[in-house]
């Protein structure tokens, strides 16, 4: 149960203004836990629809900016105890990179939607951007910030499953069945376009999740991926399905599918983990259960806020067993997490042992290398295409 | 989806300090959508507690008051512009009615958490107080604030299920299966006391839920019941168990069952509904779920956010299908349809169809009227006791 | 897993011609383990259909009955190398008595379906009958035979959930839900007329198996029983619907519901159990899982075959884990645990423990006193019905 | 409802003695519906024990052979009337060849299990030798005798989905989680031995019913795959987990998972079809439901027996709906629909439409090259494999 008893940060917002749908979550579930107060804005790309949203949402005037270039600005002249503490970036994909890197060159502390940038070459830059300047950069794969992943994560890293052998991500929607995109819907206008989106579609705006969410839970490497990337819908210019088979570092396989035209699909990531000793299944839809198969015995079904639960699940909880937590709250726990990571920062000590948990710029810089690799895979007659990642050198 | 373009509310609240749960709940409910701004408090019984709880808080010093009588005093005599628009009142049952009555004959609109008081005659006496002095005045029967309950609600009031015939509703919890308030507990100490918690156990702590959310569904009227109550644990004062037969108006029959020693329960909550043209089933611990039986064809399963859904579901919802809404969206729902309550009121208007969506006075008093009948029938022979409530007449 | 290497024993049958349902069940299940034979039949209560039938289910043309006396007189007149074993009685229910005792009288073993006969004296003559000749005698409550039941039964008898305090069972149908008696539809007609059924509609046909499953699982002894029986469809002649609250000696409360007018009910019985250290759950739409809660620790799903049940569903199982059995691998179960009563009656000798595992003639009877009690209760306007039974003394 | 007004067909056995799995499943298949009996069998590879388990199930003594050959020889020698109609081969794979061909050979229809042979060379020689003699032959895929899948089938080949682009099909299982081959297991043994197994392991044993299933509810025809075959288990000689890419001719997409060593998997055989307009979901172990998810609206869940579904499905369905039915009856459906094909052959007519519903020859055929082209993806390094499959010329 996060404590309240602490100095609120003061959030800006790049992005999220009317129309927008992942804004208003990352204000919901900045808000929740009375941590982070929201202070200031540059909240469209235009000036009029920017100052509009920000006037619809209560922001004081002179805070609320008709671009984000005046938002730096102006909030770095104010005093420190005004400031804002972070940015949250919440644009289109296109614009993640020169946002958060101003910010975070400028020293203020950054939370950025996923996919992170276009190309690692600009995940290496905020990379290096963000060891020069020393700021906190959180990345909201939010679907790491369940309490019943945090246990999976947990149970998985101390040995409980035995060693990993197989895992299973899948993550599928439907909303993208029909050709949406040509019918006015702002959501799947940008997302399926390559100048904003990015060089991927599913892949890119789900699939990086579900590369997440074994990544964070396992730990495991990814070593080589076999990916077919298919465009269903005619007309689209993205890939709007795709299957992956996947090597990892020690012997580990596995398959990642996501899609968006997969009719009954809502928002319908699973993930299972297989070990030598035990299994785990997760599933995003009903996040407060997650099943476990003993090699001995019979399946056990752990619940949140369960007596039986470890210490990283037992955190992210708000609510007594039964009183179901969801979304929000999970999205909330890596804003807390990332909150938390920020003012040790600025205590100047390094956070305890679990006290900021929220994934990172090198998940984001990981996440992109997927995206690119998966793409290449996909063009590529070879079976296997390398899929290693290395944190890059810093430039200097 | 709520809008955020509204003027917040100040809102007060009393009890809910330290080592309280449902407090915290309240305010993260209230602080979920922008509307709704905590700015004083009078948060333990204590003057100690209740300054300690503020400060961890991060209540201004001159609005954390030592005592709710304190508060009033002082919030009255703060201009209109800064005075708190309504009260949450948040302590044991015992000290909702002079709380909330204080309140309400002083002006102040009132959010008051369930069972709503002691007794018939404090209800009545509450809603000669609201009727005379003007005030909002809600219940926070929070399970009723899911989509999905109001979707089963517009479903059954709109014919789509036919006449209905019967109704089971289920609350099953176990957290009471041992003697847990020999043992220091908190949340079970006061909820197994008399003096605090009223007449009724399980019957008022979770029963009262049960029967406000088949009144909220269907708008069956109870006519009579027959209630066998138990107290399993040892040395407990108040029942532990409760199983009931319902009749209503018009011929319908029912079930209710509640029971805080079922181990296994969490706080499973459940609801069925059958008509003679179609059923419906709704569970707590799977709120956005609603099962749809036509008395031809197969089986629906509706889900939030569904394209298919009625306008009351659609009002409550935040978050698009998939991404799963829970406990704390339901909550925040009932302030919102206070607060929606509230600035009518203030404005001098009536609320439009739909928009000030909450659980009234009149059903708080109902409900204290069921846990009386229900313990009147627990101690008859008598196989049915009377069940009908009468809004009482105005004092004058 | 049943072992096939037996002599097949020989099985008349009574009831079950063309346009009957359940007779084809008793085939089926009666055959499943190859350990019995149908050899002859009296199948219907006209000549004409009976012979029609036995002929198309190909029938020996001597031993196609046209009636159940004519049977009886010839089966008894054939060396008892030739002769049937047992007789299977699966006629409506007011013709269970006169056939079931006549062929125990004449010292033929019985298989009879339930509910075992109209009365409560017919019931203590069947008793007397079957005890002065010896005969086995079964009663198809076929639920009882699933692996998961029995592993349930085992459970709670050996303590594993402590002291029982609260049974919930129910048995939802909704096939009934319209007036489909008027329309022709054979099983419809039968069951809702008091001449073939009996004095009870829904308690009798489904709600009688409710009560047997508590019985059979639990042990506990039925005390007193309030119950309520409504009639929804108009011109119906028997209830359709009940509700009742239970009474155990010891202590145990308990709620029983059937219904045939819940519209999405198909055939929902659904039994919990909850104890002092831990609860079960189990669903027969879902049979091969039972549901355990300890009092500490997670849920636990056991399933048919899991190597960690115990002896009785070991060997009420003929598949492995995942290869799902169902409702006529039960209905077997009951025939098997039969033959092997009727194999040890024939070799002189007491069976092993669990050899003969089925529900007998006293269940039966437990059972026609509970039918007749719950309307006795229904017509009461005192709460509680004292609904003890004691097994008949003897007639002499 | 199948009818059992019909001759009993004369059902021989190969394989399938003591110790053996399957064999038992194949005669309670046959048994159910009272329309084939066993009547003759060589049931083990030694004559020793061939004679035992046939003693042990009551054959006459003088249709229990030693040997499969003898078998066939001495039933050849027998009239037509009293002549097996067919023979059932539930032997380990490897003498599923020369006893298949040998019986078909001679003019007595086959049923065998599956998978069919060792090679496509093989298969080609029996699909050469049925069409010459004229036999039925059957390949007991037995998932596909499923009442849902056969609604599935119905559903998509009718073009309630829209055009098809998408397939998932899954096959979990645990049980060789360890190297159980090692402990004397004898179903692990055989099967992970390449001698009598064949090439693959899990894709043989398991994968063969995923291929199946999603060819005979789609009928799309397989163009390429990209398969990735693991053995986890130390010591293993085939492999024990499997992973494909799968392309169908027009565009479709699919993937193809199955595996041996996923802990918790008992049987977990899942297939999930997506089209244009809608997409359906089936799970082996909930055999009885089919989720259905049109384009808008509501999902669907379709119950066996409902009155909604279409005549293939009804056919198949033994028992009301709410009875569940499991896998012997799906496998029995197999049988019913072989054992319609036989009776048409022996009266010299074309089954009617719909009335003799069984996997094939031609299906087993398919299996087969799949597994070979699965095995031959695993050891390329190019991505795609050509998986096309064309039924072989015959040899004149």
């Given at each position: 149960m996060p404590t309240e008893s602490v100095r609120k940060l003061r959030m800006g917002m790049v992005g999220g203004g009317q129309g927008a749908f992942i804004g208003a979550v990352h204000r919901m579930a900045a808000a929740l836990d009375g941590q982070i107060e929201f202070v200031a804005g540059a909240l469209s790309s235009t000036r009029e629809r920017a100052l509009a949203s920000g006037r619809a949402l209560g922001l004081e005037e002179r805070r609320n900016y008709g671009s984000w270039e005046e938002m730096l600005e102006r909030e770095l002249s104010l005093p420190a105890s005004e400031r804002i503490d972070f940015v949250s970036v919440v644009t289109p994909n296109h614009m993640h990179y020169p946002v958060a890197r101003a910010f975070a060159e400028a020293g203020i502390h950054v939370v950025c939607d996923k996919p992170l940038v276009h190309s690692s070459a600009q995940a290496a830059d905020l990379l290096d951007t963000a060891a020069r300047s020393g700021v906190v950069f959180a990345v909201t794969?939010?679907?790491?910030?369940?309490p019943m992943v945090r246990q999976a994560r947990e149970m998985v890293r101390s040995g409980q499953l035995g060693e990993i052998r197989k895992v299973i991500v899948e993550y599928h929607q439907g909303w993208l069945a029909t050709h949406l995109e040509a019918q006015g819907n702002k959501q799947a206008d940008w997302r399926t376009d390559p100048a904003r989106s990015?060089?991927?579609?599913a892949v890119g705006d789900i699939g990086s999740h579900a590369e997440n969410l074994v990544s964070t839970v396992t730990g495991l490497e990814l070593e080589a991926i076999c990916a077919e990337l298919t465009t269903f819908v005619p007309g689209r210019q993205l890939d709007d399905d795709a299957s992956l088979l996947l090597r990892f570092s020690g012997g580990a396989r596995g398959v990642l599918m996501c899609s968006q035209i997969e009719i009954g699909g809502e928002n319908d990531l699973r993930l299972r983990v297989f070990g030598t000793r035990g299994s785990l299944s997760w599933r995003q839809e009903d996040p407060n259960e997650l099943h476990f198969y003993p090699l001995e015995g019979p399946e056990q079904v752990l619940r949140r806020a369960g007596g039986y639960l470890g210490p990283a699940a037992a955190r992210a909880t708000r609510l007594p067993s039964g009183h179901p937590e969801a979304f929000l709250e999970a999205f909330a726990n890596v804003y807390l997490g990332a909150a938390a990571a920020i003012r040790a920062r600025q205590e100047g000590r390094t956070p305890e042992a679990g006290e900021a948990d929220y994934p990172t710029l090198e998940d984001g810089a990981r996440g992109v290398h997927f995206i690119e690799k998966t793409v290449e895979s996909a063009r590529s007659e070879t079976k296997w295409t390398d899929a290693r990642w290395r944190r890059p050198q810093p430039v200097r």
């Open positions: 794969y939010n679907y790491t910030g369940y990015g060089i991927a579609g």
